[in-house]
């Protein structure tokens, strides 16, 4: 089994490159930037060997310097003109050097990670697993980002340090949102480990009329979707709002088909997640790539789309699961 | 029961509300989940750096990074812009239909790592998109070309979301497995899964109608271009 360890290494260790580029910027908040990633790349690189509560402390600083407000990046308006202006400076129909061959390494990226994935599957079949599930899309992506950078080296006959450079450029540009997901999913150990699903499970057992199917229905779809809100992870609210509603009330007492309860009961779960900045990988971190000066620009354009599928799912959930009933 | 761990949740609720950073705000929401269940504060600093340890590898994707930005340096976005210009009968909602279904399909056989916003979004969808929208009106008004962009996000969001669930091996379908097996009711990962279609089909259908009356925004923004109003000089953005 390889693990995780050599995805570490190459994610700390590009936070570290970032943190010593910065050191070399003489700019305004640089020391700020450089600061953030020295702590969150050691801690990424050496956190299976350090006391849990190092790391923790590390966590909170780094925390602590992003809050300030002293990080230069996308985040402050005067910071975001360099690599802003990268993002609007098309159209003048010039293309690429390279013609389409440009495309070549960025597609590499999709290609090496769909065919390692499988290698692994397949080693696995064969009775030699090489790395665990979960694992395996990591590994395999890790080993496409570091394939499509060679190959556009090769290509650009751009030194190694060239795309680092770039690389770097861009996660100051991404700044602490990069990090964001980490955080939240913690404050989502923290509210399990404090309980916080018990409670709202409970509060809500308590308001509806458990004899109304409609009303464990809604409760259910809604509690799915509210709670994943809150824990910014569908996987994280299904077990609490299923063991709280949907089982005792929805499959023991109304005599709902638990596959497709289950089934609609999770996507009602990703309505919720399209909606939340809790769901930071999802929502605000794209937002900080595509440099949308509003945080919460793409959650803006899913509300349509989420609304109206929670809708048909709570639908769905009063027909399908009863079908036979 | 003790309610006080909800500390926690209302700290979220009210930073998001007043827009404070939120790496602030999640941290502080921990420690007030923390205090309200009664976990002193250095269990609670050991708490988050065991959970920090188990879930660093979300921050993954920053390791395309490198490779996309020295792409860009070369002019990918440009070439993506000048590629799509070529395709005809292209419009930025037929663009990002088409990228839907792609998406959507190749999640539901299981290759969820096929876009993602660092490796595909970014470089590749929002340039083609763009310029789709530009073919029809050159001058892209700033407000309408954030709303394309978002929305490129937004669709490899929907896509994902609502075709990965249809795969069989894919985590949720055997977290619901485990947990029903767990309670005493054993459930085939197919079963699951299936049940998953009507939702998926739903969901292409709602950002669909979405996506082509987006295509019929473009072609009212480009109708107002054409007829200026004088004196109507509002260039002020939507700040």
Redesign the interface.
Known sequence: MIG?AP??A??GG??LFAAVSNLRRAERGSINNAAFWALLGS??LV??W????????A??A???I??S?RMRGSRTADAATPIAA??SA???????????R??I??LL??AI??TA?LAFKAAERAGNPMAT??HA??L???LA??A??L???AM?R?PAP??????????DA?G????????????G???A????GE?VA?LMRAWIPTDNRLACVLAYALGMALFTM?MGN??AA??VI??GIG?PLL?QQHGAD???L???G??SG?CG??LT??A????????A??E???RN??I???V??AL??LA??IA?MYL?PFRTA | ???W??L??AV?IAG?ALR?????V??A??FA??F??G?GP?A????????????????????????????????????????V?QLRGATAGRVLIAYHALRQLAAAVG?????G????????L??MV??AA?RRLAALPEPLR??L??????T???AL??GE?IFI?F???L??QA??AE?G?A??PL??????I??AL??FA??GV?LLRLDAEIERALAAAQVPVPAANDGGGD?
């Not at chain 1, 350090?50 to 402390?57: D, E, F, M, Q, R």
């Not at chain 2, 708490?47 to 188990?54: M, P, S, T, V």
């Not at chain 2, 921050?59 to 930005?69: D, E, H, R, Y």
């Not at chain 2, 290759?111 to 876009?115: D, E, F, M, P």
Request: hydrophobic share 60%; proline share 6%.
């Open positions: 995780l995805v570490y190459l994610l590009f936070m801690i990424t956190a299976d350090l006391p849990a509560i190092v790391t923790g402390a966590i909170v780094a925390a602590a992003a809050a407000g990268s993002f098309s159209v003048t129909g010039a293309g690429s050097p390279f013609g389409n440009i495309f390494p960025a990226i999709p990670t769909v994935v599930a979960q899309t990591l395999a992506l890790a980002c570091v499509a950078t190959g556009a080296c650009t751009e060239a795309p680092l450079r770039e690389g770097s450029r861009l996660l991404i602490w949102a990069a990090i964001l997901p980490l955080l939240l999913a913690m404050l150990t923290v509210f480990q404090a309980g916080v409670i409970e809150l569908a996987f299904f077990p299923t063991a089982l499959v638990a596959a497709s289950a089934a609609i999770m996507l990703y997640t399209l900045p809790m930071a990988n999802y929502n605000l971190v794209p937002a790539l595509l949308l000066p509003d620009a793409v803006r354009e899913q349509a789309t109206p599928l048909c799912n769905l399908i | 029961m003790n309610y761990p909800l926690g949740v979220v998001f404070l950073n939120p790496m602030g999640v941290v929401a921990a989940t923390g309200g269940a976990i250095l609670l600093l050991e708490l988050l750096g065991e959970a920090f340890a188990k879930s660093r590898f979300l921050a993954i994707f920053v390791l395309a990074l490198p490779v996309i930005g020295l792409l860009e340096r070369h002019g990918l976005r440009e070439q993506a812009e000048r590629w210009t290759l969820t790592s096929i876009g916003h660092a490796q595909t979004v970014r470089p590749l929002a340039p763009e310029g530009r954030l709303r962009r978002a929305l490129c996000a937004a490899d969001n929907v979301f609502f669930d091996a985590g949720a379908v977290l619901m947990f029903f309670h009711v459930l085939a079963e699951i899964a299936l049940w998953g009507p939702t739903c969901a709602i950002h979405r700040a």
